[in-house]
């Protein structure tokens, strides 16, 4: 595929990766219009009330899941595309990390809710899905396939497995079964992409028995991996703790209305992480190379990431009113207006995606810690001020005031102010015009 001259753009990397970044893209895609259409059919039939409960229990656990990832994923993606002849021993050695760290979360998060209970969703619901965490210890066969440019691998499990699942919640409601279904069901989704990673794994004729666990290699990806770790869980924090919050405050049904609005919202965040998984391979080689292509790229990355998510948000802002007509009962429409706000917080998470894989490449673990920090604290001091005060709507400025305050904050430090300027200049279009201008 060619595309016209743009200075500073880099075709051979353009073409090299594109078709990886198709085959995800596509797989992303397929995925989430299937998840949304059975997630329309799944809160209408249940209800803001009971849609409440369900999203309060799951946005509790997830709040716990982030420690049993221990922030890997990043580091194995990195690890195999630089020693892919250790493919076995970094695998075999992360599945073992994850594994053990999935059990061990289990009795913290059923003792958290234990200390801090809802007195509408029962505690059965948070033991239930506190298991998922061993079913997504898996995730790192997709790491594998990302570090080997070869998604379409990727594709084939994610829309599999969420075919299956949305036919399962499709008989659930037909079957007119209570809540608790839903809540094995959304186990039973990770069991499938876990089902899934496996066949994949097995069909390119690799052998998970082949797997070795060195604790060398643990200690060294433990060193490396803690900061982002706790990274992870802040950010599940600042991205989940508006819906923990909003239950306990505002009660379940307005959790069950906000709870449409996150989903409609998020949906995009697949684009930026798609991707930057896809082409960064390609951006850290330009590091070796040159330092001036190394900041290109990254540029042209920062200048695509708000091209993409700038779009997404003035097209949602404007068609929020018509999706929720559509898709929604009507007692769930006032979540219309909270849509074409919380959406512009997506660009911020674009960026936010971009610049932290820069971190990573860097070695800058700790300031993605900081930064993540920095927003988790925002959106909490934000969500007790603007929840009592304005409601739902409240919860849609905290998170979008919260993701800005965290990607931005690295223009605060000396040794990432110029990614943090990069990103100004994309945000504001600065480096687009330079470029137009250039031509």
Known sequence: MRIPAIPGFDQSAFEKYFKNTGWLMLGRVGSLFIKMVISFAVTNYLGKGQNGILNYANSFVIMFMAVAGLGLDSFIVRELVREPQRRDEILGTSLVLKVIASIGIIPVIVLGYLVFPDEHTPVKYVMILSFTGLFQAFNIIDAYFQAQ??????????????????????????????LEYFVGALL???????????????SQNYRIRNWTFSSALARALLSKSWPLMFAAVLVTIYMKIDQVMIGRILGTEALGIYSTVVPLSEVWYFIPMSIVGSVFPAIINARAESMDRYQRRLQN???????????????????????YDLVYKPEFASGAPVLSLHVWAGIFVFLGVASGQYLINEGLTQLSLFRTAVGALVNILLNL????????????????????FATFSIIFIPRTRDQGIMMIKSLFLISLIQKLNKR
């Open 149 to 178: 440019v070869r998604a379409k691998f990727i594709m084939y499990v994610n829309i599999a497995g969420n075919l299956i699942s949305a036919l399962v919640k499709f008989a659930l409601i037909l079957l007119e079964l209570p």
């Open 188 to 202: 039973f989704d990770a069991f499938l992409l876990a089902a899934g990673y496996l066949l994949i794994y097995r």
């Open 301 to 323: 990355l920062y200048d695509l990431m708000v091209g993409i998510s700038l779009t997404i948000a003035i097209f949602m802002t404007f068609a929020s009113g018509f999706i």
């Open 385 to 404: 001020v603007l929840l009592p005060k304005f409601g739902i709507i409240g919860a849609a400025w905290a998170t979008l005031t919260a993701y800005a």
